[in-house]
């Protein structure tokens, strides 16, 4: 295990410096389920140092707990609804959304209107797929880290609205982008069912620790 956490936090570093769309390979389950484990122990230091900032700023009283709408949401919620929202529903919409794009072939964003040209038998479709196709490949980096900023910010609707949750937004959703750009590792070297499925185990894990703390109480009524 030991050896599989130093090879994937490299593999992982050297696709962070250089994001790029490789071709999918066979590679045995167990590989792929180590895999996954040793990412999710890699991200535990900077999520908990993130943690500890968001910790610090609610001493300064920049932000209170109170803020996160999902505290005032999950009370109201039954805890089998919860749970299947948190570990099914968001896991594979915000995958589907998020993640598939990260694959030219998988991008509707690019191929429904491309497939709307082709219905108008518009001139140069090939021209213009190549051309678009050679603007993805260069940017590549760029499309990849844009994507994941997006998950992150996203997750600001989380919160109640109000000018501090707006400035400190890059702060309150840095630990989503940092999932949302392993999840992208995932997607882009094992599949989106990877990444759906690490999602899904995040989300679960995240849930049990604050329900297990107290953080969150449901509604039994």
């Known amino acids: 295990m030991s050896n599989l956490l130093v090879l994937t936090l490299l593999d992982l570093w050297y696709f ?5 769309e490789l071709k999918q390979v066979r ?37 209170e707990d109170d803020m996160h709408r999902l505290q005032k949401i999950f009370k109201e919620m039954k805890p089998g609804l919860i749970f299947f929202s948190a570990v099914i529903i968001a896991p594979f ?5 998020f ?7 998988s991008n509707f964003l690019i191929l429904w209107p ?15 797929l190549k051309t678009i196709r050679n603007f993805w490949n260069k940017f590549y980096g760029w499309i990849f880290y844009l994507i994941s900023i997006a ?20 702060v309150l959703v840095a630990p989503q982008i940092v999932i949302g750009i392993n999840l992208g590792y995932l ?15 995040y989300n679960g894990i995240l849930l049990s620790i ?9 509604s039994f009524e």
């Open 99 to 105: 993640r598939l794009i990260l694959k030219f072939r």
């Open 187 to 201: 997607r882009i070297r094992f599949g989106l069912i990877w990444s759906i499925l690490f999602h899904a185990f």
């Open 114 to 128: 491309l497939q709307l040209l082709i219905l108008l038998q518009v001139d140069n479709k090939i021209n213009l």
């Open 210 to 218: 604050a329900l297990l703390t107290g953080e969150i109480k449901f």
């Open 93 to 97: 919409l915000e995958e589907i959304m």
């Open 27 to 63: 590679i045995p389950l167990k590989v792929k389920i180590g895999t996954c484990l040793a990412l999710f122990i890699i991200q535990i230091p900077p999520l908990l140092g993130l943690s500890a900032l968001l910790g610090g700023l609610e001493v300064l009283g920049l932000w």
């Open 151 to 170: 998950f992150g910010l996203i997750h600001i609707l989380n919160f109640e609205p109000s000018l501090n949750i707006y400035l400190l937004a890059p």
């Open 16 to 20: 962070i410096k250089k994001p790029v």
